[in-house]
């Protein structure tokens, strides 16, 4: 199908439409934007600087994408925002640029945020991730794969959440969430394993007990960090992908792990 442009919109000399975008009323598109295959953006929303959208992306109203990052350290230049295919960004989404020139806030594929969620300078955000509505993420912030944060969430400059975490509701995170596990609270602590996550993501028996055994490690046998990843790495489960993600994940730690809960 031909691409759509409604005649209020506006989209900037220069700006690269893919085949079947879609541009509702009083879009605004910048010049130096590239709009994949089938993207579709509601009335009213915006992307501007030097932004990119994968194929199948949908930007609802008011959303806006790749605006000037909020760093006072910013010093002009040309960063911008890198988007993935399929992601979809509800009403007042925003997403802003990095702060260095020729650096990019990043977003993968398959990523649904809901209304008024904000993405800060220079984050980078992987794939099958779901933000529900009114979530902050600050500068510099990692999730990985197949994270599930819950709403009116905030996540600490730097922080990383990892792979198949689970945010709850309000929570305040200012440390590193290990991957498979649930972390709430204000500060955020480690609750549990995220298993109901894990199920649906297709993660078999076994697979969700050795996730148990590194929660009860980590978290429930009275170890300090050092001494539950050294017991970690000398397990013959340490060459296994669990093991092995959570390991990782550890070792490249800057702001450190969330404890576990002591309630």
């Known amino acids: 199908m031909a691409t759509r442009i409604h005649p209020s919109a506006v989209v900037e000399s220069g700006a690269q439409l893919g085949t079947d975008v879609e541009i509702g009323p009083f ?3 910048g010049g130096e ?4 295959d089938r993207t579709r953006l509601h009335h009213h ?18 959303a806006n994408l790749g605006a000037k990052t909020q760093d006072l350290k910013f010093q002009g230049g ?3 925002v890198r988007i993935g295919a399929r992601n979809v960004f509800r ?10 020139d020729g650096e990019f806030t990043v977003l993968g594929d398959d990523n649904t945020l809901l209304a008024n969620c904000h993405v800060a300078h220079d984050c980078v955000l992987g794939n099958h991730i779901v933000m529900s509505n009114g979530i902050l993420l600050a500068g ?5 794969d197949h994270v599930t944060i819950g709403g009116a969430a ?3 400059q730097f922080c990383r959440i990892g792979a198949y975490a689970m945010i709850s509701a309000f929570a305040k995170v200012v440390q590193d969430v290990v991957p498979f596990m649930i972390a709430d609270g204000q500060p955020a602590v480690i609750r549990s394993i995220n298993k109901v996550g894990l199920e649906r993501r297709g993660f078999a028996p076994e697979q969700i007990e050795r996730v148990k055994q590194l929660h009860r490690v980590l978290f429930r046998d009275g170890l300090n960090r050092s001494q539950a990843l050294e017991k970690l790495s000398g397990s013959e489960q340490a060459a296994t992908a669990e093991f092995r993600r ?9 702001r450190g792990l969330a404890p576990g809960s002591t309630g």
Do not use: I, N, Q
């Open 33 to 36: 934007v590239v709009l994949g």
């Open 78 to 80: 040309r960063p911008g």
């Open 27 to 29: 879009v605004y598109v």
């Open 45 to 62: 929303s915006s992307v501007e600087g030097w932004t990119s959208l994968g194929e199948g992306c949908e930007v609802f109203p008011y």
């Open 154 to 156: 905030g996540v600490h």
């Open 246 to 254: 959570v390991l990782d994940f550890a070792a490249a730690s800057e």
């Open 91 to 100: 009403e007042y989404v925003t997403v802003h640029a990095a702060t260095r």
């Open 140 to 144: 510099h912030v990692r999730v990985e």
